[in-house]
């Protein structure tokens, strides 16, 4: 297999989430070519704060023989790009159509007319990124209810960073009218069996796994499954299925490249074409987190419902072809 790679950088408009600052983002593009010469790309993007290898290293250990989890995965997606691609066929079937949430990370710079743009465009569910600040985030939620309309569900996302207990006094202070709004709470803290069963019991609120995610752990306190594709292993979902395919999953992208966000798109309309039972508003929006790239015009979206790319494979024939691919393994 030769492999070739571009490394790249994206440029947040706002800080992301709970863990990070509004800083470059870096990550590299893939490319191969199998001995049958059908060519395949990915993306690899990784996140110091979650304590991923920067891309560097990841390439390193590529070269060296030893790759990393996430750089793994990347060949993983990449095989499956080429696979595509050498069938002539999208990554992106036709059903089913998937909506997204929208992922507001900066409650600071909310609006109401942003609000109001937001539903006009079709979203029902909106993700927070919180606990940077938990007294703002409360007093965000107490404004936010009264005026959002009543089909609006929130996905609150704490990136594990409060502990049991500042979650549990939290919680004490929101009303039945806010929690009853929530459709989950995402990595609220550090997943345990006990302390999240505990958390439900007092709440009634279905918890979401993210970070924690390992096929090795018993997720039974775990309402909802949290699925990147770009960062979660075949072999790891394969056995999540097996184990815990009757919760919900949720796919979202990792606020990637463009090619990665559409590799997790690609990847939950696959999954959900064979469980069309288990459909859900996943993380597929390609809204301003960074600012625009060439890449980003070749997305297809209608409001919430995200329609993918042109062409076979992951898509962006012409873009990936004007980059400048470095040589890894000739």
Not at 123 to 150: M, N
Not at 288 to 309: P, V
């Amino acid at each position: 297999m030769k492999i070739w790679f571009c490394p790249y950088e994206l440029q947040p408009h706002l800080q992301l989430n709970a863990n990070d600052e509004a800083q470059t983002r870096d990550g590299v593009l893939l490319k191969i070519q199998l001995a049958d010469g059908g060519v395949g790309f990915s993306d690899c993007h990784p996140w110091i704060q979650f304590k991923d290898a920067d891309w560097r290293e990841q390439i390193k250990s590529l070269k060296e023989d030893r790759p990393l989890p996430l750089i793994s995965r990347s060949l993983e997606l990449a095989l499956w790009d080429s696979s595509s691609r050498s069938r002539g066929i999208s990554l992106f079937p036709k059903q089913p159509l998937l909506k997204s949430h929208y992922t507001l990370t900066d409650t600071t710079q909310f609006s109401l007319a942003q609000l109001q743009q937001i539903v006009a465009q079709g979203y029902d569910v909106v993700k927070l990124k919180l606990g940077r600040d938990l007294r703002s985030d409360r007093e965000f939620l107490r404004r936010l209810i009264p005026i959002a309309p009543e089909q609006l569900k929130l996905r609150l996302d704490f990136n594990l960073k409060p502990s049991f207990e500042e979650l549990m006094n939290w919680f004490e202070g929101l009303g039945q009218d806010i929690r009853e709004r929530f459709d989950f709470i995402e990595d609220p803290f550090e997943y345990s069996l006990d302390s999240w069963s505990t958390f439900k019991e007092r709440w009634g609120c279905p918890l979401a796994i993210d970070q924690s995610l390992s096929a090795d752990m018993d997720l039974a306190a775990a309402d909802v499954l949290i699925i990147k594709p770009g960062r979660v292993n075949g072999e790891t979902i394969n056995t999540c299925v097996e184990k815990w395919g009757h919760k919900r999953w949720v796919f979202t992208h990792s606020m990637d490249h463009p090619v990665g966000r559409m590799m997790a798109l690609g990847f939950a309309m696959n999954f959900y074409q064979v469980n069309p039972e288990k459909v859900e508003v996943g993380g597929f929006e390609s809204a301003e987190f960074y600012k625009r790239t060439l890449f980003d015009d070749q997305i297809y979206q209608d409001g919430a419902l995200q329609l993918g790319t042109d062409g076979a494979g992951i898509g962006f024939d012409a873009q990936l072809e004007e980059l400048d691919w470095e040589t890894l393994l000739p």
